[in-house]
């Protein structure tokens, strides 16, 4: 009887083992399921945004959170339940309807980087210094941000935004949130235009402008994506006014590559192809994008079938095997690829709405061709101090 006992106890405990390692595996395979289901277009932005902001009180994550501050720059009263910062909704001014306009930038890892914090504090104090609006025209200011940098954007911005004479909100977005739902439209082309070899679940922020028309809510039209490293010297909102010059057919506007970086990435596809015009300095040539500045016509982005074709992991392979492409720098290397083939696409900034400033291409290896890219006639509304280059005092 013991020997008995003893083998019913034995399966007993190997059938309890069994159904605990079959519950864990059921519990694994619904997580993944739940990763891609709420990741995929199942869930579009203004519903992950309603999910987020329901589930904030007494959680130590939110989801996107609003900092809205009416002309006087004074904080209102904050209703039940709200984000930090609320005031009244803009809606019509004077009997006429509200004209919204957004610009988003990348506000992440700033508790790590002091540097960042003294970019957003020359970016935003030069747009409102010029910045001018009317009556019933609001700037919706986007800020892709993890939690640490949000906690010092908050009240950095109240503070840089404080008397601004115009009507604006903020708001903040979940990095990790909107990489999630970023990944699997972009996975297949990080490897191509990543620093790193494989497509990286992190990189896929980068690429945020490349899928924006399927993150945000369909009623965005338009939005701008600027880079933190900008000092304004005019009127952001006459840069809003690009969009109405973008011929049929075209989805964004961009500004050409002011060093020349694409040359040498194209080196290979040059040295095959010496009549190509792939690389060469403008105005004739191919030099490339920069995406400091970016117009996205969000609605062009959604209705343009070979825009959303050319996203295709595919047709991405087959484009940067034929120009031996290997990029580093994200959307720009993207949009500078299919540029290649598909100007159309594409509205040209000219080059005084992204002045960049960097030159390291001029001390390595460029030096006799440089000012051919770097040229900027006219008057300069937007400096890019990219490359960590110093941007001009006033």
């Known amino acids: 009887m013991g020997l008995w006992r003893k083998i019913v106890q034995s399966k007993a405990k190997f059938t309890f083992c069994r159904s605990y390692q079959f519950a864990l595996l059921f519990a694994a395979a619904l997580a993944v399921f739940a990763f891609y289901y709420f990741g995929s277009n199942h869930e579009n932005f203004s519903s992950a945004t309603r999910r987020m902001k329901e589930n904030q009180v007494g959680k130590s994550v939110q989801g996107d959170a609003q900092l809205t501050v009416n002309l006087s720059g004074k904080k209102a009263a904050e209703p039940p339940g709200s984000a930090p910062f609320v005031n009244s909704e803009p809606g019509k001014t004077a009997g006429k309807e509200t004209a919204q306009f957004h610009a988003l930038m990348m506000f992440t890892k700033v508790d790590k980087n002091y540097g960042f914090q003294e970019k957003i504090m020359v970016a935003i104090k030069s747009m409102v210094k010029h910045a001018m609006f009317k009556d019933n025209e609001v700037l919706h200011l986007h800020f892709v941000a993890d939690m640490p940098s949000k906690k010092i954007g908050e009240p950095l911005l109240q503070e840089l935004l404080q008397g601004a004479a ?126 400091g500045v970016m117009l996205l016509n969000l609605e062009a982005m959604r209705q343009s079938e070979l825009y959303n074709q050319l996203l295709n992991m595919e047709n991405v392979r087959k484009l940067a095997e034929k120009y031996h492409f290997k990029g580093h720098l994200g959307d720009q290397d993207f949009f500078t690829l299919i540029g290649m083939e598909h100007m159309g696409l594409f509205h040209v900034l000219d080059c005084t709405n992204n002045k960049q400033l960097c030159t390291w291409w001029r001390d390595h290896g460029y030096a006799e061709i440089f000012d051919l890219y770097f040229k900027c006639d006219g008057q300069v509304k937007i400096y890019h101090g990219n490359c960590n280059t110093p941007i001009p005092d006033d």
């Open 166 to 291: 115009f009507k604006y909100q903020v708001i903040f977005h979940d990095v990790d949130v909107l990489t999630q739902k970023l990944f699997p439209v972009v996975e297949g082309m990080q490897k191509h235009f990543s620093a790193g070899s494989g497509a990286y679940y992190s990189d896929s922020i980068f690429f945020l402008s490349v899928a924006m028309h399927r993150i945000m809510p369909t009623e965005m039209t338009r939005i701008v994506q600027l880079d933190l490293d900008l000092k304004y010297m005019s009127n952001i909102r006459s840069l809003f006014g690009e969009f109405e010059k973008f011929q049929p057919g075209a989805v964004i506007g961009i500004a050409r590559e002011m060093q020349p970086v694409y040359r040498h990435t194209f080196w290979q596809y040059r040295r095959e192809n010496p009549k190509t015009k792939v690389g060469d300095p403008p105005p004739d040539g191919l030099p490339g994008f920069n995406s």
